[in-house]
């Protein structure tokens, strides 16, 4: 029987890190991907300037790629937090057979 507790594990972790991008990633990743797009757009064109079309689209631009990358980081980095913890227990893989435990190594093929 194959063991899937790395694949399985991977799924857990991207659903725990889409939940906490969710609460957190979506907030802090606009606010601070906004910050990033005033101040792009501030050097641009002048800090007391009107904002035109191109300065506001600079500044969703930013926004958005604030948003992008706090939903990579959270749901790539619980994915890779919960595969890793999935090859631990594929390692750590324990047999009860008849009442006895029979550690058994995990093979690579």
Do not use: N, W
């Amino acid at each position: 029987m194959k063991r899937m507790a790395s694949k399985t594990g991977a799924y857990v972790g991207a659903g725990i890190g889409l939940a906490l991008f969710a609460f957190f990633g979506l907030l802090y990743g606009s606010f601070i991907g906004g910050v990033v797009g005033l101040h792009l757009t501030g050097q641009l064109f002048g800090s007391p300037a009107e904002f035109g079309i191109l300065a506001r689209m600079l500044l969703a631009l930013g926004v958005m790629s604030g948003v992008l990358l706090a939903a990579v980081v959270c749901v790539t980095g619980s994915a890779l937090i919960g595969y890793l913890a999935g090859c631990a227990v594929d390692l750590l893989h324990v047999e009860i057979k008849t009442g006895s435990i029979i550690k058994t190594q995990a093979t690579v093929k």
